[in-house]
Nanobody, 115 residues
Framework: QVQLVESGGGLVQAGGSLRLSCAAS????????MAWYRRTPGKQRELVAT???????NYADSVKGRFTISRDNTKNTVYLQMNSLKPEDTDVYYC?????????WGKGTLVTVSS
């Protein structure tokens, strides 16, 4: 089992920045990749950014150039730095960990961007 706890969400004005954190614990050995999704009820889930165990990254077109995913292996934590935030970035952001065939989800953190 892998436990994921997100933090760092909140209310920010358009153009502002937030940094989300995802702390992993439990059986974290051999996690292949971690990622951030966003999803609001009634909206389609979107894969925002991924980072592999080798630190390769990938981003949704909607956030390229604005968001940066990174990891600190000493703290078992993945970050999502979000800059130049837009109202359409408002969503619940979820951290996931991929370990073999299993996907673990955190409970999410709400990001609200006001115009």
């Amino acid at each position: 089992q892998v436990q994921l706890v997100e933090s760092g969400g909140g209310l920010v004005q358009a153009g502002g920045s937030l940094r989300l954190s995802c702390a992993a614990s439990g059986s974290i050995f051999s996690i292949n990749a971690m990622a951030w999704y966003r999803r609001t009820p009634g909206k389609q889930r979107e894969l925002v950014a991924t980072i592999t165990s080798g630190s390769s990254t990938n981003y949704a077109d909607s956030v390229k150039g604005r968001f940066t995913i990174s990891r600190d292996n000493t703290k078992n934590t993945v970050y999502l730095q979000m800059n130049s935030l837009k109202p359409e970035d408002t969503d619940v952001y979820y951290c996931i960990a991929q370990k073999g065939p299993l996907t673990y989800w955190g409970k999410g953190t709400l990001v609200t961007v006001s115009s």
